[in-house]
């Protein structure tokens, strides 16, 4: 099953307004990072979290992880036409001390032009 | 350069027929993965390996058997095809981190339909 669920599964907004994408996960982790996928092609790394962190910054983007809640936000700030992808997130997880990601089921993003 | 590259990017074939998939990585990483996307997007493990040895195995038909020849290549060999093979497989790799996850850098996939 996946580890993670985003919410929403899809989501269109205009040039300019901000979009929230929210994960939870199930399980201990030491980080979690977000992903972007657009139509057609691989994935390709945005930012990580690690689970000693609350927030973290990178350029437009803004994450936030709550660790109580098992929750992380993804927010694009001033978006652009140019951000229409899908987005995942992607947990690490502590328990069995495996390498690879659990990934959630993704947010379809649309930005109007 | 391309960092992960995967060969083919499509590969179109009948049921029953064995097929390869080729990943190679040119950033000095030590763990290398396959992923299956399937048609709703949703993206799994199947393999992982670090320095050319086996860390993970998930529950993947043994039809699917990765081969590394070296710490730079992944390959996938899927035998007697099934029409729910046909999925996104991705490649990635990422530097070793003990047992910690790191960013991991992913190829373009390889869309293989089964027909």
């Known amino acids: 099953s996946q580890q993670g669920e985003e919410d929403p599964q899809a989501l269109s907004i205009q040039e300019g307004e901000n979009a929230t994408m929210n994960c939870s996960y199930k399980?201990?982790?030491?980080?979690l990072q977000w992903y972007r996928q657009n139509s057609g092609r691989g994935l390709v790394h945005l930012i990580l979290?690690?689970?000693?962190?609350r927030e973290k910054h990178s350029g437009r983007l803004r994450v936030t992880l709550d660790t109580s809640k098992k929750s992380s936000s993804l927010l694009i700030t001033a978006s652009r036409a140019a951000d229409t992808a899908s987005y995942f997130c992607?947990?690490?997880?502590?328990?069995?001390?495996?390498?690879?990601?659990?990934f959630g089921s993704g947010t379809r993003l649309q930005v109007q032009p | 350069d391309t960092a992960v590259s995967q060969t083919p990017k499509y590969l179109v074939t009948q049921m029953g027929n064995d097929k390869s998939i080729k990943c190679e990585q040119n950033?000095?990483?030590?763990?290398m993965y396959w992923y299956k996307q399937d048609s709703k997007k949703f993206l799994k493990i199947m393999f992982s390996?670090?320095?050319?040895?086996?860390?993970i195995n998930e529950t993947v038909p043994n039809r699917f058997s990765p081969k590394s020849p070296d710490k730079a290549h992944l390959n996938l060999h899927i035998n007697s095809l099934e029409l729910g093979d046909s999925a996104v497989y991705f490649c990635?790799?990422?530097?070793?981190?003990?047992?910690?996850?790191?960013?991991?850098?992913f190829g373009p996939g390889t869309r293989l339909t089964v027909l």
């Open positions: 979290i690690r689970s000693n962190e």
């Open positions: 992607a947990t690490g997880r502590v328990d069995t001390g495996r390498r690879a990601l659990t």
């Open positions: 399980t201990s982790i030491n980080n």
């Open positions: 950033l000095g990483h030590d763990t």
């Open positions: 990635a790799s990422s530097p070793w981190a003990g047992g910690r996850t790191d960013t991991q850098y």
């Open positions: 390996y670090n320095n050319k040895e086996l860390i």
